[in-house]
């Protein structure tokens, strides 16, 4: 049995990973507020309350995201636009989509080669989402078009994104061995590095990274 060893690497920094949860929680419930505020069956004053004071919270969360665009890491600006060396990996996620995931799915290290444009993307319409619906009912128009339009439109981009990405997450978690979503969680993903890589004196290159063989992790999954 060939010897495969594995990394396990922190990828997500804390601040990363709290902006993170606070925009997705934040916006599955902006979904779900902003669907009962337009229903009679319920209280509309109360949605529209929580839904503006989340709206807040998410905004907050959101501009702290956008300054970690300018810090050191995976966190980064750049580690969201696709470098020459990934277009394979963007083709091959596409292959990968269009398979319905039976094609195999490329590994990366941090943002999916292919998401890493929209990521960038999303956060700039969430921004407009955001101060759009701070401005819902003023008199200010975009290209001709009331705010409450904007909002609209945006959130609707917004609705559409957090499907896809939500499925898509799993999806990479099922086919995947870099445990895509505990990573979000703990920030640490698992690489599974060659023989020939693995053994190099120099490929531990901090605290965080380490080289563990397979045998081992078997046995202490075995029940005792």
Known sequence: MEKVNIRYVLVWSGWLRLCHWVIAFGVLFQIFSAWAADHDFVDPAFWYDWHIIVGQVVLVALIVRIILLFTAGSSHWRSLIPKRS??????????????????????WYAHNPFWQPIYIIFLFVLLGCSISGFLNNSTYLLAGFPMKTVHAVLATIIVIFTVGHIATTFLHDLKGKG??????????RYFHVSNEVSTKPDILKNDSDVVVPIKQIIKKAEPR
């Not at 445990?179 to 640490?188: D, E, P, R």
Request: net charge positive; no cysteine; charged share 10%.
């Open 179 to 188: 445990a895509f979503i505990s990573a979000i969680i703990n920030g640490y």
């Open 86 to 107: 990934q277009f394979d990996g963007i083709l091959k996620m596409i292959k990968f989509y269009l398979s319905l995931a039976r094609a195999p799915l490329p590994n």
